[in-house]
């Protein structure tokens, strides 16, 4: 078997690089396409938060993991399909897919590891070319209503929403059938999945809140009709309390029925303290803290259902896609779109939290 050559930013082992914090910009081999797989040109990626995990070596350094001097990352985007294998039979040359980031998966479809990231021998769009295996690319519906960015920007965060809400909302009515959908409050810490799964709540009729802060996501909240509490009116030695209070005030007094809760340790016990008895609170990740503890007497005897799901099974991103392009499911178009000599800037300006957008894109090779 041939190799490719290819231009990419790779995240080097500990043990090549001494500092360990930055992508390096070099040529990148890896093997040629096998008989399932494709040969594709990225065009646009979005930046994830694995990527940045991936990148600070937290929770795991993922090129020790995975045995390997390098990784290229990047597992949310949109590609054209440049060659095929002999049993590929879903796609063909030209093809524009999102990229479907299920690594390894069970026997269920259930992923068990991701693409571009723990996925031993996985790439991501942060190279000039890459290989895919045909079950990691849906194709994009042939006369979309969206521009390619935002389906870079709907490929993995939207998609796990799909999935992620899907749960949740089955949990909730599990115990709650009788209470109809406009009398179901959705709240959740802001972020892209967070709002994605917010704007399908919406969809199904129910209420929605979000807690954020900065007059652009306040302002893309009021433009999707998504009430905002806004967190940077809140004194920070009170927080938690006063945070309670706009929940109790909104929901008159009864809590939220399904709590998005994607950051982790610092909000969580929040979280739970907002539910209302029989609420679910649900994440499919975290950013800012993975480990949680809780009172299990005080979680059963509210009868909380807590939901952990992982990005999704092949067939839901398909569903996802297709209920996208007929509702009209979409992240907001681009204020701006970062070139690939900026690459390093983004990671920068996305660890210290200095972009205001929920899915900041860059470009490859369009």
């Known amino acids: 078997m041939g190799t490719i050559s290819t231009e990419a930013w790779v995240l080097p082992a500990i043990t090549r690089h001494a500092n360990r914090k930055e992508l390096v910009r070099e040529r990148y081999t890896f093997p040629d396409i096998t008989a399932d797989e494709v ?21 795991i350094d993922i090129c020790r993991e995975r045995h390997e001097d390098c990784v290229v990352l990047g ?5 054209r399909i440049e060659r095929i294998g002999s049993s590929v039979t879903e796609f063909s040359e030209g093809d524009t897919c999102i990229l479907f980031g ?10 068990i590891k991701i693409l571009a990231y723990d996925a031993p021998g996985t790439m991501g769009v942060l190279a000039k070319s890459m290989k895919l295996h045909q079950r990691q690319l849906i194709r994009i519906p042939r006369d979309t209503s969206f521009s390619l960015p935002q389906w870079a920007a709907f490929s993995l965060r939207y998609i796990s929403a799909w999935a992620n809400w899907r749960v949740a909302y089955e949990c909730w009515q599990s115990q709650m059938r009788e209470v109809p959908p406009e009398q ?14 917010l704007q399908l709540a919406k969809r199904f009729g129910c209420q929605t809140i979000m807690a954020c802060s900065g007059p652009e996501r306040l302002k893309l909240l009021q433009q ?10 809140f004194n920070e030695n009170e927080f938690e ?3 309670l209070n706009a929940i109790t005030q909104k929901t008159a007094g009864k809590g939220v029925s399904i709590f998005i809760d994607n950051i982790g340790t610092p909000v969580h016990r929040i979280t739970l303290k907002a539910l209302a008895r029989q ?6 990740g975290w950013k800012r803290g993975m480990r949680s503890h809780i009172f299990r007497a ?14 999704a099974r092949y067939e839901e991103g398909v569903e996802a896609v297709l209920f996208a392009e007929e509702h009209g499911w979409m992240p907001p178009a681009p204020d701006r779109i970062w070139t690939w000599d900026e690459i390093p800037k983004l990671f920068s300006e996305y660890a210290n939290d200095r972009i205001t957008s929920y899915f900041p894109l860059f470009s490859i090779n369009a």
């Open 75 to 79: 597992n949310s985007g949109v590609v």
């Open 102 to 111: 299920n690594g390894i998966w069970d026997e269920q479809g259930y992923p």
């Open 279 to 284: 609420g679910v609170v649900t994440t499919c």
């Open 39 to 59: 040969l594709a040109s990225p065009l646009y990626g979005c930046m994830e938060g694995n990527m940045l995990h991936a990148l600070q070596r937290d929770p």
């Open 298 to 311: 005080i979680e059963c005897l509210n009868r909380h259902i807590h939901v952990h799901t992982h990005f």
């Open 241 to 243: 309390a006063e945070f």
């Open 224 to 233: 999707k009709q998504i009430e905002a509490i806004d967190r940077s009116q």
């Open 184 to 197: 179901t409050v959705v709240c959740a810490w802001g972020g892209g999945v967070s709002f994605a799964q």
